[in-house]
Structures are given as C-alpha cells and as structure tokens.
C-alpha cells in the first residue's frame, strides 16, 4: 500500500508484516497495530478499538484467504496532523461481495438455529472510522483507518 | 503461538464466577461454555464471567459465549459480565449482547444485582 491510497488520506510511514495463516497470529499483527496506535497518539481506547478490529480482519483472512504460500499480508501506514492509523489486511482467497454480506443480527441468532458467527465484518466498521473493502476473485484487501479525534479550538 | 488461557470457578450454591485469564478466542470461549454447562447440570444457573484479565477478545470466542447465554436462558438463568474492557462492553453493545447478558462495573454489583 502506497502512503496515499487509502482514499483521501494521507501518510507519511509504511510498515509491512507477514505471518502464517495460522490460528493466534492475529495477536502479533494485532499487538503492532496497537503500539503504532499509540504511538502516533491515539488515545488507549481508540488504540483498543483498532487492536480488536484488527484482529477481525486477520481472522477473517487466515480462515477465508491463504496465499499460496500460507500467509496473510499486512500493511501500517501511519500519519500525524491529525493522528491516523490505516491497517491493510491482504489474502489470497476467493473474494466475496461485501454489499452481500446481511448484517448479522442477535435477535435471529439467539433461540434460532442460525450460526452466531458472522461479526466480522459488523465490529470491524462500528470500531474504525472507515473500512475498505477491496475483494476480487483473486483475494481480498481489507483497509482500516482510524484518526485521532480533534478537540474543538484544538485542531 | 502456545494457548494460555486459563478460567479460575468459584463454585456457589446457586451461582459461580468464572475468572479468566488470556485471549478468548474460540478454544477459550469454549473452555468457559465447558466449566458452565458442567455446573448447569448440578443446578447452577446464574454465571458471573469476570474478564478482567482478557482485556482481548474475538468475535469466534464471542460467538461461543453466545451459545452459552442461548443455553443458560432456556433454563430461566442468566449469564453476567463484568471488569470488562471500556471495548469489549462497547463490543458486547454493539452485538446486541446487553440484551440477553447483564453487564457490571465489577463483581461486587454483579452479585448485588444477583441478590436483589
């Protein structure tokens, strides 16, 4: 991911990371993205929030999209003025169409015999500002952007 | 990476908590939903979950748990949360959960709220 192709945002620093898809390693990208949170200074909760969508996104991909070389790819791209975060998750799977993807719903998952899975995609967009989802039959690109709050007469 | 997930019973006459400790994933959830459905069968029926230390969770391990709040109502019993991360009780809002789970600052209201 180039520092400028998350849509309008900008950033000044990319990192990359790639890790086996294999169950747990999620907690390492999910760990880096944190401390990147923190360090361009967003706030611990916002830091929370990025870590745990993360999360999501890398568990989607080991379970959905393996490269052919069992891998996931990861991206960080950071920027400050104000302080932002955007993670890129890539896998190599058969792509899906987001706009398909029903909102899951707990009064239909509670009592029913529907699967309770499915959050993924729901936790992912209410815990970032914005989410990306770039999918084609040749895998899967998930961006998460996360940017400081700016206080009033602060910004 | 190793599973280091441990829950911690406090088995009660009517009611247990479950401390736990670690990532709750899928095997996670699934060790708690264990602990408690052993404990269904003798008649326990109201579990606190103190997660004060699983500041980490993911949306498998979620799901889980929600089988487990599925089976404990049937019953007529419930499930409570509590020591929760400020992102895993938004989380739990978010999925609808504060509807079927009760959820509590600590466990000092959760059992006040299980007494009243």
Not at chain 1, 51 to 60: D, H, Q, T
Request: hydrophobic fraction near 40%; include cysteine.
């Amino acid at each position: 991911m180039s520092p400028n192709d998350a849509g309008e945002y900008t950033f000044d620093r990319v990192e990359h990371m790639s890790i086996p898809a294999e169950p747990n390693r999620e907690l390492e990208v999910a760990e880096r993205a944190f401390e990147l949170a923190r360090g361009v200074g967003l706030g611990a909760d916002e830091a929370d929030e990025v870590r745990l969508a993360v999360i999501e996104a890398v568990i989607n991909a080991i379970e959905h999209g393996r490269n052919e070389q069992g891998r996931v790819q990861v991206s960080f791209s950071t920027g400050s003025r104000p302080a932002r975060l955007a993670v890129t998750v890539g896998d190599s799977g058969r792509g899906f169409d987001p706009s398909r993807v029903a909102a899951p719903n707990i009064a239909e998952k509670i009592g029913t015999n529907q699967r309770k899975r499915g959050w993924g995609l729901k936790l992912m967009r209410s815990l970032m500002d914005e989410v990306i989802v770039d999918s084609s039959a040749k895998g899967t690109r998930v961006t998460l952007i996360k940017q400081a709050k700016v206080l009033p007469g602060l910004g | 990476m190793p599973d280091n997930f441990e829950v911690i019973v406090q088995r009660e006459a009517t009611y247990a908590i479950l401390r736990t400790e670690g990532y709750i994933n899928n095997t996670g959830g699934e060790k708690i939903a264990r602990e408690c459905y052993k404990m269904l069968d003798d008649g326990i029926g109201v579990f606190i979950l103190n997660l004060a230390k699983s500041p980490i969770v993911n949306s498998v391990g979620i799901a889980v748990l929600i089988e487990l709040i599925e089976r404990v109502r049937e019953d007529g019993d419930k499930v409570i949360f509590c020591n929760c991360t400020p992102v895993i009780a938004k989380t739990f809002k978010i999925m609808g959960l504060t509807q079927y789970a009760e959820l509590y600052e600590n466990e000092k209201e959760a059992l006040a709220n299980i007494r009243s």
